[in-house]
């Protein structure tokens, strides 16, 4: 990577682009190098950056000059017209948002997965790189140790999906609210279908065209088909989404398939070799995931791995997951590992 390439942090107001600032200070890279981005409505404001300042400015298809990498964590029509505007100016780009994972023609890419299809040595058309979104990724990453070891069938999933999720807007509407009705008022849904506090709404984002599937549903199947294709073996991931009324997190139930069933030991020792996950399954010593223990875990945890012996085949785990943490982590990681193109 060149030592003066400048990066573009694109939504660096909102949930992800915060966690995104973060993780490039993590890694040393310097204040001078980095700019923020966001709409009209955050120009001239501040964010963090480590002891730093930056200084947000508005994202328009001029402001991209000079950038050879922009990470967007921006909203999906935002990141529509933004990408090939930072395309256009000779930038690299990640995207995290929905934008563009369903076109054939932008590679999708999950670090710890299929990052190497970012090296050099490949070429792919135009310059805009799609993540998947945090559910199918964190299934994937736990799917793929089990496909190795047992070969997997499906994973039936149920996602309990923190209001960041929905970024800012959705953290605010959970504290009002939670205030609201502890204070006896009723509160009013905007960001979410229902009101979410106190609450469950089995409806996360919209539902897709003549469809029982929200589209976040829909997403999971469809990004595990693109990034398993080259694996040659491609899992169905379905379930159901909920909107839960915790802040940061995400849980996953998750049921996995497997083709050949094996022991329950020998699933967690399977589990115990990726990388991108951690393992906490004591139940007795009440050791498991939560989304209390996860803010700041870079690894999805993985616990309470058990399956009946009346259908082996089957196994049952439980999952937490920083999804705003992950998802920056994602963007940072695809956006240096297509920085090395530049050097
Ligand atoms: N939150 C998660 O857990 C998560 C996980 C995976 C993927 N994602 C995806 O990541 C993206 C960002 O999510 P988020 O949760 O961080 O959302 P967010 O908290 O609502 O933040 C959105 C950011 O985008 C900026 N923005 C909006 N419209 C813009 C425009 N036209 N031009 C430039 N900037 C614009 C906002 O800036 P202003 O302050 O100016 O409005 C803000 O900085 C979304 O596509 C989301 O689907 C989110």
Redo the contacts with the bound molecule.
């Keep these: 990577m060149r030592d003066d390439l400048k990066i573009a942090v694109?939504?660096?107001?909102?949930?992800?682009?915060r966690e995104v600032l973060a993780a490039l200070y993590a890694r040393d890279i310097p204040a001078e190098r980095v700019r923020a981005?966001?709409?009209e409505?955050?120009q001239g404001l501040e964010v963090e950056y480590g002891e730093d300042t930056l200084e947000v400015e508005r994202?328009t298809p001029e402001a991209f000059r000079g950038v050879g990498l922009a990470l967007l964590?921006?909203?999906?029509e935002?990141?529509r017209v933004?990408a090939p505007a930072a395309q256009a100016a000779g930038a690299w780009v990640v995207d995290?948002?929905?934008a563009f994972r369903s076109d054939g023609n932008v590679p999708m890419v999950l670090p710890g997965f299929n990052l190497e299809a970012l090296g050099p040595q490949f070429s792919f058309k135009g310059r805009v790189v799609a993540l998947p979104?945090?559910v199918s990724a964190s299934v994937i990453h736990i799917l793929e140790p089990l496909r190795r070891a047992f070969g997997v069938v499906r994973a039936q999933v149920t996602a309990l999906m923190s209001v960041?999720?929905a970024?800012?807007?959705g953290v605010a509407e959970l504290e009002k609210q939670t205030a609201d009705l502890l204070s006896g008022r009723e509160p009013e849904a905007q960001a979410f279908p229902h009101r979410v506090g106190f609450n469950l709404v089995p409806q996360v984002g919209g539902f897709m065209v003549n469809s029982p599937w929200t589209e976040e549903e829909g997403a999971w199947t469809l990004e595990a088909a693109r990034l398993f294709a080259a694996r040659g073996e491609v899992p169905v991931i379905a379930g159901t989404a909920v909107q839960v009324p915790t802040f940061h997190g995400h849980g996953l139930t998750v049921n996995v398939q497997l083709k050949t069933p094996g022991p329950v030991e020998q699933v967690r020792a399977a589990l115990k070799t990726s990388p991108s996950l951690k393992v906490l399954d004591a139940p007795g010593e009440r050791i498991y995931p939560m989304p209390m223990l996860i803010v700041s875990d870079p690894a999805i945890q993985v616990g309470r791995v058990r399956a009946f012996p009346q259908a082996p085949e089957w196994v049952t785990l439980f999952a937490a997951v920083d999804?705003?943490g992950r998802?920056a982590q994602h963007l940072v990681e695809a956006g240096l590992k297509l920085a090395e193109r530049t050097s």
């Excluded at 694109?10 to 682009?17: D, E, F, K």
């Excluded at 964590?73 to 999906?76: F, G, L, N, S, V």
Aim: no cysteine; proline share 3%.
């Design positions: 694109v939504g660096a107001t909102g949930v992800v682009g981005f966001g709409s409505r955050s994202a964590a921006t909203p999906a935002a990141s933004l995290a948002s929905s979104g945090v960041s999720g970024g800012v807007r999804n705003a998802a």
